[in-house]
T-cell receptor
Framework: GENVEQHPSTLSVQEGDSAVIKCTYS??????FPWYKQELGKRPQLIID?????GEKKDQRIAVTLNKTAKHFSLHITETQPEDSAVYFC????????????FGTGTRLLVSP | DGGITQSPKYLFRKEGQNVTLSCEQN?????MYWYRQDPGQGLRLIYY???????QKGDIAEGYSVSREKKESFPLTVTSAQKNPTAFYLC????????????FGPGTRLTVT
């Protein structure tokens, strides 16, 4: 089955710096890759996703890139702000029949003022 | 917080008691899921259901049971057989249509002493 690895497990940056979180997946048939943000004690919320027919997607300060050949995808946050501090999860799934999302283990991002 | 509701937000039980966590969604989603999250950890899948009256075990189903009698509802019972039930429990749902987004409920924090 699918396996998703996520790195780093923790990431500390200064406000205004960029942050990059990377994930690799094992199943080349996976074609949907979402990123979730979870603030302390809250539910995970989708912040951006990408499908395998595109290589990059941007939404204001966040972007996701996908390298299908290498089977990895990354979340990029520019001009980080303290409110970006949270745990970020990547995930992957196939679009054949019913498929479950397989999550990475999460990255705790701390943005210091 | 509309869409998926979980109740209660906090739940306390004595060891040896079964407890049922509620999950309701008004998104008309076909698929529903239960995840367990331990402090500083990722999301582990307990059970999932693609349609009414059907459900499958996830990665950590031992000590848990579910039912799916209605499309809107997917309750989780934590039984006395679950060795370490104290955790944060998240319910989620997805449409089996063209949107892949998985929506999460606000979670129930269960403490068993």
């Amino acid at each position: 089955g699918e396996n998703v690895e996520q790195h780093p497990s923790t990431l500390s940056v200064q406000e205004g710096d960029s942050a990059v979180i990377k994930c690799t997946y094992s199943d080349s048939a996976s074609n949907y890759f979402p990123w979730y943000k979870q603030e302390l004690g809250k539910r995970p919320q989708l912040i951006i996703d990408i499908r395998s027919n595109v290589g990059e997607k941007k939404d204001q300060r966040i972007a996701v890139t996908l390298n299908k050949t290498a089977k990895h995808f990354s979340l990029h946050i520019t001009e980080t702000q303290p409110e970006d501090s949270a745990v970020y999860f990547c995930a992957a799934k196939k679009n054949t029949g019913f498929q479950k999302l397989v999550f990475g283990t999460g990255t705790r991002l701390l943005v210091s003022p | 917080d509309g869409g998926i509701t979980q109740s209660p937000k906090y739940l306390f039980r004595k060891e040896g008691q079964n407890v049922t966590l509620s999950c309701e969604q008004n998104l008309n989603h076909d698929a529903m899921y239960w995840y367990r999250q331990d402090p500083g950890q990722g999301l582990r899948l307990i059970y999932y259901s693609q349609i009414v009256n059907d459900f499958q075990k996830g990665d950590i189903a031992e000590g848990y049971s579910v039912s799916r009698e209605k499309k809107e509802s997917f309750p989780l019972t934590v039984t006395s057989a679950q060795k370490n039930p104290t955790a944060f429990y998240l319910c989620a749902s997805t449409s089996t249509g063209s949107s892949y987004e998985q929506y999460f409920g606000p979670g129930t924090r269960l403490t068993v002493t």
